[in-house]
């Protein structure tokens, strides 16, 4: 593929499970079969050159800490630490090796277990997967025992039993019918379900299992799109492919909550005016009490979200959350819903004010008890909410000044809205795990050119328990890797920061010319310059093959503030290029390497 790809220059090419490229001007002079083969040689020499990288942490038995450290040529690499810090190897390696030797009838080497999924299940008591399959054993290698492999997927219940296991209900001819299971008589049968527009077997006991929500969907006429793969890998000719796929426009399928009273046999309408044209009727919830049950109603259009609460006994439905904008809401990458029945309350997730923020709201009148974050930076995620501290841990972004505003740390509010605290800090990255009881949570901390520190930290402060690993890049840097630049300039209105990163070969000569590669996906949902640290990744095998690399994220993607995003509505092919534009030309004004030549 690479030879091909840097065969033809100077136009777009999409590569298949990767972003799309904008190869700017003129190839190298040297032969584009050798400067793949050197990329990919690099490529090779490269790998596993920073030892103290981790992967695979979760918190396991007792509140410890099991993670995989890379640390070429040691006899071990999963690491366990307890809630004070202290680390020892998680397992005996060569004991385990050896057990897993015996059982498979072939050598397994200490140093090099295909290990994934590693953890306490107690701490007497190793479970992780290799090759597949699930084992668990001592962490001496003794008990070594093999778990039953999980079942086929099972198809779609036909029968939904009630919480008291007293009914099930089950479709019928497209209707609902729901039968005692004592006795086997019917209680409850609907008489509006038809072929086009039916029941399908979606039900919603409420707690006491006295109602029931059903959902009825109107189906429609799917379009058949059609493309041709023109190089499959299997067989010289081409293959045609058709998939279904509704384009703007189109029908949808409807989906919509009915409600039924079981002990009564009947249906209670349910008004469906707040719902009109909808893309989609989701997230079926009864509350704590069975006095009513909610929705998420999103509107064909996305300019309409609403929480929708229905009536268990009259089937009257208000909105509680009535969320609209004059241009999108991001339902599928800024949303979140969480109620606390106990206190009447839910969360929220909202860009009302132009940032992503939280909000308290009454779960019974809908009113707005107050904003939980606020100010002119989003949330980018909740990670967990304490109900009983009544707290809120969230990653946010560009709350420190002077930083990349798309680095996130680590945060606590209380959902009154006092006491927001960073718990992470510098001019960092950070990835975070927070443990089950949310009092310690591991802090990644690093930048494309800052390999990580991994640490242990408390949720009280912040405060460092202990440093676990520090990754160490020098073998890496020796082998000629050049690590990312980071670059800021101006965007197309001359006020708004871009921000990306170039990448050179490891044969860079600061007195000579390369020319340009713009790696690019200007995709609206999210944003795509790496933040964190990467070592090694696809656009540095094309800065091998005698590229300068460049990749930046223009106004239309996510991840910063809604008129940011909003360059994007309705206006997809902008693609952020006037800003990618000004960003290059800055950055070849900085960098007189950058050739911009047009490409002949």
């Known amino acids: 593929?690479?030879?091909?790809?840097?065969?033809?220059?100077?136009?777009?090419?999409?590569?298949?499970?990767?972003?799309?490229?904008?190869?700017?001007?003129?190839?190298?002079?040297?032969?584009?079969?050798?400067?793949?083969?050197?990329?990919?040689?690099?490529?090779?020499?490269?790998?596993?050159?920073?030892?103290?990288l981790t992967s695979g942490a979760t918190w396991g038995a007792a509140g410890h800490l099991?993670?995989?450290?890379?640390?070429?040529?040691?006899?071990?690499?999963?690491?366990?630490?307890?809630?004070?810090?202290?680390?020892?190897?998680?397992?005996?390696h060569a004991q385990v090796a050896t057990a897993l030797g015996k059982a498979l009838d072939r050598p397994m080497e200490a140093a090099k277990l295909p290990?994934?999924?590693?953890?306490l299940?107690?701490?007497?008591?190793?479970?992780?997967?290799?090759?597949?399959?699930?084992?668990?054993?001592?962490?001496?290698?003794?008990?070594?025992?093999?778990?039953?492999?999980?079942?086929?997927?099972?198809?779609?219940?036909?029968?939904?039993?009630?919480?008291?296991?007293?009914?099930?209900?089950?479709?019928?001819?497209?209707?609902?019918?729901?039968?005692?299971v004592k006795?086997?008589?019917?209680?409850?049968?609907?008489?509006?379900?038809?072929?086009?527009?039916?029941?399908?077997?979606?039900?919603?006991?409420?707690?006491?299992?006295?109602?029931?929500?059903?959902?009825?969907?109107?189906?429609?006429?799917?379009?058949?799109?059609?493309?041709?793969?023109?190089?499959?890998?299997?067989?010289?000719?081409?293959?045609?492919?058709?998939?279904?796929?509704?384009?703007?426009?189109?029908?949808?399928?409807?989906?919509?909550?009915h409600l039924f009273d079981v002990t009564k046999g009947v249906q209670i309408p349910v008004s469906h005016d707040l719902a009109p044209n909808p893309y989609e009727n989701d997230k079926v919830r009864w509350a704590k009490d069975g006095s009513r049950f909610t929705y998420v109603y999103n509107q064909r259009g996305h300019q309409v979200l609403r929480v929708i609460s229905v009536d268990a006994a009259t089937g009257a439905s208000k909105a509680l959350v009535d969320e609209r904008s004059d241009t999108f809401i991001h339902y599928s990458g800024k949303y979140y819903l969480e109620f606390l029945d106990d206190a009447g309350e839910l969360v929220w997730m909202s860009e009302r004010t132009g940032w992503n923020h939280l909000y308290l709201v009454d779960s019974r009148t809908g009113a707005v008890k107050n904003a939980i974050t606020s100010g002119t930076w989003p949330v980018r995620a909740v990670e967990a909410l304490d109900p009983v501290k009544r707290e809120l841990f969230v990653r946010v972004m560009g709350v420190k000044p002077g930083v990349d505003p798309y680095y996130q740390d680590l945060a606590k509010v209380r959902l009154d809205g006092t006491g927001f605290q960073l718990l992470t800090s510098g001019d960092a990255t950070h990835g975070v795990l927070l443990n089950a009881d949310k009092t310690l949570f591991v802090d990644w901390t690093s930048r494309v050119d800052l390999p990580p520190t991994v640490d242990l930290r408390r949720t009280t402060d912040g405060s460092l328990v202990a440093t676990l690993e520090k990754a160490d890049w020098a073998p890496l840097l020796k082998t000629g890797w050049k690590a990312p630049e980071r670059f800021t300039a101006k965007g197309r209105d001359g006020k708004t920061d871009i921000h990306g990163i170039l990448l050179r070969p490891s044969t860079f000569d600061p007195k000579k010319k390369y020319p340009v590669v713009e790696y690019i996906y200007a995709g609206p949902h999210n944003s795509f310059v790496p933040k964190g640290f990467t070592g090694f990744y696809s656009p540095h095998f094309l800065a091998e093959a005698g590229f300068i690399v460049v990749q930046c994220d223009g106004m239309g993607t996510d991840n910063r503030g809604k008129a940011?995003?909003?360059?994007?509505?309705?206006?997809?092919?902008?693609?952020?290029?006037?800003?990618?534009?000004?960003w290059i030309k800055a950055a070849a004004a900085k960098f007189p390497q950058m050739d911009l030549r047009p490409g002949v």
């Open 1 to 52: 593929m690479w030879p091909r790809l840097l065969h033809h220059l100077g136009g777009l090419y999409l590569l298949p499970g990767l972003a799309l490229v904008l190869l700017v001007l003129p190839a190298p002079a040297a032969d584009t079969r050798a400067l793949a083969e050197r990329a990919a040689a690099f490529q090779k020499a490269a790998a596993h050159k920073v030892p103290g």
């Open 66 to 92: 099991v993670y995989k450290v890379d640390r070429p040529g040691e006899t071990w690499g999963w690491v366990a630490v307890d809630p004070q810090g202290t680390k020892r190897p998680a397992f005996d």
């Open 115 to 119: 290990l994934s999924g590693v953890t």
């Open 121 to 180: 299940e107690a701490l007497d008591r190793l479970g992780f997967t290799m090759e597949g399959q699930a084992w668990s054993c001592a962490p001496d290698g003794t008990r070594l025992e093999k778990k039953p492999a999980p079942g086929p997927a099972l198809p779609a219940a036909k029968e939904t039993l009630s919480p008291d296991g007293r009914f099930k209900a089950l479709v019928e001819d497209h209707n609902v019918v729901v039968r005692s």
């Open 183 to 257: 006795e086997g008589k019917v209680v409850l049968r609907s008489d509006d379900g038809t072929f086009a527009d039916g029941y399908q077997g979606t039900f919603f006991w409420s707690p006491d299992s006295t109602k029931l929500v059903a959902i009825r969907t109107l189906k429609v006429t799917e379009r058949q799109v059609h493309f041709v793969e023109s190089r499959p890998m299997d067989q010289l000719q081409p293959k045609l492919h058709t998939q279904d796929y509704a384009k703007p426009g189109d029908p949808l399928p409807i989906d919509r909550p």
């Open 564 to 582: 940011f995003h909003d360059v994007t509505w309705k206006n997809l092919g902008d693609s952020g290029l006037p800003d990618r534009i000004a």
